[in-house]
């Protein structure tokens, strides 16, 4: 019985090679039942090899593994997510020796373990789509590293900047949120297998060995750790980056919008496609559609990423609510998703530098360099120097003038009056018209600043470089980490492969 048996699982077998060779571009996805078979496989292979698992049994109890995997693959098939509704039918294909198995296994650890191992796949894609969208982000700070435009404090025009310099800023953000990912993923890629409940088992398994097996770096050491509080940590972290992304992406939205209120912005969405939409009423209006989905998306990031924290509270240990892993991929997908958008948000911006310098024109923006450069080359103290740009300001909205325009004399007088009374002072400004005009340049300020990252050129490639070298090798980890997944997986199957019936 037992070797017709093991013959008719053989010519499966062979079906299935020529299936695996016909789909071996549509691999199937690494989800619950997938992981569960991997978990199957390298138990026979290690228990068979530690002789925890009776070495003429292995061949029937391998092909029926197979079968069931085989089967689960199929188009529309069923692919269970549990171990108990996973295991009856390799009890179908293969007997109830097939239970073999289970030696010192237990739902908790085998779940637990596809519950890391999904979840680390899926901060990878988090980990890609968030290095395309930064690596888009620091390829228009460069081409925009002289484009010299209004930044804002407060909501109001505060000083001049490189736009090149503000997009690094979001590139730094990013980059933390990417260090953030690498930092969660070394937690989260650590094999909980082998624990069982929470307190180990009698069996002496090889956890190292089933751990490199599935592409784990490692074990979980506290057996009570791994599944009953490590395995809701995870979830909990990756929330966190989740809400970091969508936070920055709100942050950059928000300050795009802003200019939509401007009846002559120096930024916008290249009209048409999904970028823009005409208002059904109002002929003019040209409503920026995606930025407003994109900051719905961040919205709704946020929102998923709150269920992790709320499904795990005042929960007592080992409680399952908050390690779902369809609300956990739900969240990470949101956050993929606004990165998507947040690229395409990139791509599609028109700055007007024209535009922007008009802006900075209109208003006072440079007037702190005024009082910078008393201060720094007539030793005039700062708070006076304060002052007396201050004043200026006032007369100039007072009568509508711009910082081009401003006429000198008024600037001399102005200085007089503020001084007077400094001992140190003789009222007279010491700054020469050309002087005076030249610090109320915003190109010239921004090119002349001095402070270790700021916005001026020595400076801008120092850090354009260092944030390509930083994308490098964000890029080069990924690629690592799946490396690693895919040939500790590759070898299992080889591995495998060995204890199948003999054809």
Known sequence: MFRKRAISLAALLLMHAAAVTAQAEQAPARDEFYWLGEINKATAVINTDEGLLDKSLAPHIAAGVAKVIHDGNQPG??????????????????????????????????????????????????????????????????????????????????????????????????????????????????????????????WPLDRARMAKYLGFPGIVDNAYDAHQIAAVDHPVEVASIVTSIALHAGSFIEDVMTQYAEPRPWILLQEG?????????????????????????????????????????????????????????????????????WDKIMNALVIDQK?????????????????????????????LGHHFASEVVEYARANNIKPSDFPYDEAKRIYAETTKGYAESNGVLPMSEAEFRATLDPVAIVNDRRTVGGPQPVEMERMLKEANGKLAQQSEWIADQRRIIDSSLAKLDRDFDKLLPKQ
């Open 77 to 202: 098939a069923k692919r269970p997510s549990t171990v108990i509704t996973f295991e009856p039918l390799m009890i179908q294909a293969a007997g109830m020796d097939v239970t073999l198995l289970h030696a010192g296994r237990s739902s908790q650890d085998m779940h637990a373990t596809y519950r890391a191992a999904i979840l680390r796949d899926d901060m990878l894609r988090l980990a890609d789509q968030l290095d395309k969208t930064a690596t888009t982000i620091v390829k228009l700070a460069q081409q925009h590293e002289h484009t010299i435009v209004p930044n804002y404090t407060n909501g109001v025009a505060a000083q001049p900047n490189s736009y090149g310099h503000y997009l690094l800023g979001y590139a730094a953000a990013l980059d933390r949120d990417a260090q953030r990912i690498r930092e969660a993923y070394a937690r989260v890629d650590l094999s909980p297998m082998g624990t069982t409940v929470l307190n180990g088992t009698s």
């Open 273 to 341: 496609g999904s970028n823009t939409y005409v208002s059904s009423a109002m002929p003019q209006k040209r409503n920026p559609g995606l930025l407003n989905s994109t900051r719905a998306d961040a919205s709704t990031a946020i929102t998923l990423a709150m269920g992790p924290v709320i499904r795990a509270h005042n929960l007592p240990p080992g409680m399952p609510d908050a390690k779902d892993v369809s609300d956990n991929k739900e969240m990470i997908d949101s956050a993929i998703t606004v990165l998507k958008k």
């Open 355 to 383: 535009r922007a310098l008009e802006e900075l024109d209109s208003d006072w923006t440079a007037s702190q360099e005024v009082a910078d450069v008393l201060m720094r080359k007539y030793k005039l103290p700062f708070r």
